[in-house]
């Protein structure tokens, strides 16, 4: 049995684009860093024959993802063996070393190497190579062989999300391909290769649902109505979710639809009633009103009724997953409601003065994190900036850009302020209500009053605000202690 792979080497055909010179091909790219991040080394491989320019060219693509060229002069795989030693002789693991299979047309040899004692050995005889059909299939081919090397206590992560995303958290070191410390292996699904097969080696689903979102329809009533329309291979795991009961999730699908309506939010946000005690600053979230339109004509009696005054910013009711769900305004007037440029339905929320300071929590499994950040201004501030455009709401995209105060507050002034008691007494009240294992939520704390309010909640942030080396092992011990208690459950 070999090692844990620690290196993959790669013959440069293939990597490179033919049909780019000087760059390599899209699977390469997201392979070789994917591979980066898992702390696995690797390098591109070229024999004697290639030209100077073409050698100096390939090291120039390489070095971004910091993999090695190596000189491979062997006429054949088992040749080129024995000179891997002079290069990677420091690995204590096994390496795999792929080259096209002269056998077998449009098929991947992968030969697994071990080196011991400056020797490298075979760790597969020619009759078990493995061959693979193209570069995407190599992650599931790692955490299949790292799996039979650790056996029993090795948890494969099987997860999904935005590239952008993915890249977030892998170059912080927390999706990697090797074992982590608690026995976690993270694999990367792609709908590049069919999902079943992909899945038959998963022990846990990690997905972010809302970035492969199309379409979210709220007409219905109730939550489990959503008709939420997923990518063509979101729904694909969708239905291998529904059709195998023993498929573990972090988390369920049906438990992030909350997150999604931002009214649904502001409802169970008015369960935080139970937590308060006399003589302690109330957590609670902001007042709220919900339109279909924004020309009802009793709209101003209505926002009287739900205790809003001016200015309030307005939302979306659809939180996230479709383009215009960040889509904002801070309104002024009544009659500034009219022909308002937010998608209804929508929700009018409380304008909280806040010192410009929002508190970002972060709730990994049964660790709470929590960092401090500036925010939009005061409404004062606000309505001066209003002024200048004829007191017209102030729009917004809030992924993009807030409006933004010029003085000089600093964020950090207000964090004597916080009660970190009564939050985290609010995240566990929202980590049983919501049974969900990672999510955030932003708190402001109210000028005069003290109040904590909770003015947003979402599943699976970055946490990129909390140390890597405090956010990451917790976030391991998050999936790790979800997955065991599932386990002990089914026993």
């Not at 494969?156 to 912080?172: Q, W």
């Not at 982590?180 to 792609?190: K, Q, V, Y």
């Amino acid at each position: 049995m070999c090692p844990v792979v620690r290196g993959v080497i790669l013959d440069h055909s293939l990597v490179l684009d033919p049909g780019k010179v000087g760059s390599f091909t899209t699977a390469a790219k997201s392979l070789l860093r994917r591979l980066h991040y898992s702390k696995i080394r690797t390098g591109v491989s070229y024999g004697s024959g290639l030209s100077t320019d073409k050698v100096n060219l390939l090291k120039s693509v390489a070095e971004p993802y910091s993999c090695d060229c190596l000189l491979l002069s062997g006429c054949s795989t088992d040749a080129a063996v024995g000179e891997i030693t002079c290069a990677w002789g420091d690995i204590r693991g096994s390496i795999l070393y792929l080259a096209p299979n002269l056998d077998a047309l449009h098929k991947i040899s992968c030969r697994c190497l071990t080196i011991k004692d400056v020797e490298v050995t075979n760790a597969y005889p020619k009759s078990s190579r493995l061959d693979i059909n193209k570069l995407e299939e190599l992650p599931l081919t790692i955490c299949r062989l790292n799996k039979k090397v650790i056996e029993s206590d090795v948890v494969t992560v099987g997860y999904i999300m935005k590239p952008s995303r993915e890249e977030d958290f892998a170059k912080r070191g927390a999706l990697p391909m090797c074992p982590t410390p608690n026995g976690l292996m993270f694999l990367p699904l792609t709908f590049d290769l069919p999902l079943s097969l992909q899945l038959e080696d998963v022990d846990v689903v990690l997905h972010k649902a809302t970035d492969e979102i199309v379409s979210i329809d709220l007409s219905c009533q109730a939550e489990s109505s959503y008709k939420i329309t997923y990518t063509p291979g979101m729904q694909e795991l969708q239905r291998h979710i529904e059709c195998h009961s023993d498929c573990f999730v972090v988390d369920p699908l049906k438990n992030i639809y909350p997150v999604l309506d931002r009214l649904t939010i502001q409802q169970i946000l008015l369960g935080l009633e139970g937590l308060k005690i006399e003589g302690r600053n109330a957590i609670r979230g902001p007042h709220f009103l919900k339109v279909s339109y924004f020309d009802e004509p009793d709209l101003a009696k209505r926002l009287l009724e739900a205790k809003l005054s001016l200015p309030s910013i307005v939302k979306p009711q659809v939180a996230c997953g479709v383009p215009d769900a960040h889509s904002m305004a801070i309104v002024f007037r009544d009659e500034d409601f009219n022909d308002l440029n937010v998608p209804t339905p929508a929700v009018i929320q409380e304008y909280v003065d806040h010192s410009s300071t929002v508190f970002k929590f972060y709730v990994l499994g049964e660790n709470v994190f929590h960092a401090v950040k500036k925010s939009t201004p005061n409404a004062d501030v606000l309505l001066k900036l209003s002024e200048r455009n004829g007191l017209k709401p102030i729009l917004f995209d809030s992924l993009k850009s807030l409006p933004t105060d010029s003085g000089k507050q600093n964020p950090g002034d207000q964090e004597h302020n916080i009660d970190l008691g009564l939050v985290r007494d609010a995240a566990n009240w929202l980590s049983k209500t919501l049974n969900l294992t990672i999510f955030g939520f932003d708190v402001v704390i109210q000028e005069g009053s003290g109040d904590h309010v909770i003015v947003d909640v979402n599943y699976l942030p970055s946490f990129k605000e909390v140390p890597d080396d405090v956010a990451i092992p917790a976030f391991w011990e998050a999936i790790r202690k979800k997955f065991d208690s599932k386990a002990v459950e089914k026993q």
